[in-house]
Nanobody, 115 residues
């Protein structure tokens, strides 16, 4: 059974930092392009950051320079280091894995940034 389990969300003040983690099990982690998406109430889910199997990264303009995505293939884990958090970063953050037509999703972790 494939599982993506996120952790690290929580409540933080504006300007603070959080690090999200996503552990993948039940599949060959290293073949997936991995990413983080987020969805705020009443809004569509949006890509935050993505990392390919070769380590190339891509970021949404709104988080570029503040967030860093990374992966550890030995631990089947991806991370999202979030610095200089803003209230508008408040969302449920979802871990995602893509390989061909396969798309995997975690259950989400809430990030709340207070002003």
């Amino acid at each position: 059974q494939v599982q993506l389990v996120e952790s690290g969300g929580g409540l933080v003040q504006a300007g603070g930092s959080l690090r999200l983690s996503c552990v993948v099990s039940g599949t060959i982690f290293s073949i997936y392009t991995m990413g983080w998406y987020r969805q705020a109430p009443g809004k569509e889910r949006e890509l935050v950051a993505r990392i390919t199997i070769t380590g190339n990264t891509d970021y949404a303009g709104s988080v570029k320079g503040r967030f860093t995505i990374s992966r550890d293939n030995a631990k089947n884990t991806i991370y999202l280091q979030m610095n200089s958090l803003k209230p508008e970063d408040t969302s449920v953050y979802y871990c995602n894995g893509e390989f061909g037509r396969i798309a995997l999703w975690g259950q989400g972790t809430q990030v709340t940034v207070s002003s």
